[in-house]
């Protein structure tokens, strides 16, 4: 799903609402979830999962065409955690 059909489905369902207002709110969520990764805060939906940032140590890689050995430098990554609502659900307990 996109986040255009995810704001095509919450007008579908609140027809009460103008599609641009969900759109606003909607891109409004995923900037305040990527302002509280960005600060490294977690950020919990419960029921549904968590989102938070993990360090990636630096290592040593390999370049796939030549074979020599790169320094990769250290790096944040953003992890998702599903929550025991959501696997349940997906598992069909």
Do not use: C, W
């Not at 919990?44 to 020599?68: D, I, K, M």
């Amino acid at each position: 799903m996109t986040k255009s059909d995810l704001v095509k489905r919450l007008a579908a369902a609140n027809p009460h609402l103008f599609q641009r207002d969900i759109e606003r709110i909607v891109s409004t969520i995923f900037e305040q979830i990527a302002a509280a990764l960005e600060r490294q805060d977690r950020v919990e939906l419960r029921g549904f999962g968590a989102f938070s940032v993990r360090t990636r140590e630096a290592r040593v890689g390999r370049n796939p065409r030549t074979g020599r050995e790169v320094a990769v430098p250290a790096k944040l990554a953003p992890y998702f955690k599903t929550g025991k609502e959501l696997r349940e659900r997906l598992n069909g307990a």
